[in-house]
């Protein structure tokens, strides 16, 4: 297959305003193909908005963004083909059961007969969704509307996985599973994830990209991030937050 050293994930000077407010500004970087990046940065820091211009759903001010080679703008269909992304609240279309809308997102990505409901056995396997096939999405806990979102995002078995903080709201057990699934994708895939969780970061990435108020302030590796002490500590000396706040963990004890 394809030569490793291959990018699959470029931000070209990605700047995005929102009015005359500026969510991020010159953001570039290049994921070769195969790797594991987490996204960090405190909320607001603009991780989302990142991730929503690289899959196409919002148009930079500024710069470019290419997935597999392909501009998410001008190449924008041949590039969601090579696309998974799991957007930050899950997947939309509450009304529908897993199965469903599995069966809606196949037939959308020109899925039919065997090999759809092969694809849709494989992504319910992955994502253990089988309990909660034919509930509707807006009565299963988040754990599950995530897993749902992900087996989407599965489904056509794309290259690239951009997914926002996947395992928000989920327990211990199932950010556990999450972990191990994405180990195992990351072997075959190029996955960008974004997380304010730092210890999930240590668990799954290779290399960290850092944004706080915009800017891109770390691309580097979990070794040269953790060089004065834990992921932690540089986390809190490059948002500024060590300085004159106290330090607190955002998650409050909840993972
Ligand atoms: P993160 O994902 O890191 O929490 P976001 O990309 O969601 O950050 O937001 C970056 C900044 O842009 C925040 O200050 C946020 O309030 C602002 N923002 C996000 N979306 C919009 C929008 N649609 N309109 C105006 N401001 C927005």
């Not at 710069?63 to 597999?68: E, L, R, T």
């Amino acid at each position: 297959m394809g030569d490793s050293s291959m990018t699959m994930i470029e931000a070209d000077g990605l700047s995005k305003y929102y009015g005359s407010f500026m969510a991020i500004k010159d953001i570039s970087f290049s994921i070769p193909k195969g790797q594991i990046v987490a996204f960090l940065g405190p909320n607001g820091a603009g991780k989302s908005t990142t991730m929503k211009i690289l899959s196409g759903f919002l148009a930079a001010s500024k710069g470019k963004a290419v997935i597999a080679g392909l501009d998410v703008r001008d190449e924008r269909l041949e590039a969601v083909k090579k696309l998974g992304y799991l957007p930050e609240n899950g997947p939309l279309y509450n009304d529908m059961t897993p199965m469903e809308l599995l069966r809606f997102f196949g037939e959308v990505r020109g899925y039919k007969n065997h090999k759809l409901d092969e694809r849709i056995d494989y992504v319910t396997d992955l994502c253990a969704l089988q309990q909660v096939l034919e509930k509707p999405i807006s009565k299963l806990s988040r754990g599950y509307r995530q897993r749902v979102g992900l087996a989407q995002a599965l489904l056509h078995d794309p290259e690239v996985l951009i997914m926002d903080e996947p395992t928000a709201g989920l327990d211990p057990n199932q950010i556990r599973d999450f972990r191990t699934n994405i180990s195992k994708l990351g072997e075959a895939k190029t996955i960008l994830i974004s997380t304010h969780i730092l210890q999930e970061v240590e668990a799954v990435a290779q290399r960290v990209l850092l944004i706080n108020e915009g800017r891109l302030v770390f691309d580097g590796s979990m070794t040269e991030l953790k060089q004065d002490g834990s992921i932690e500590k540089a986390f809190y000396n490059l948002t500024g937050y060590g300085k004159e706040r106290s330090v607190h963990n955002e998650e409050g004890g909840e993972v």
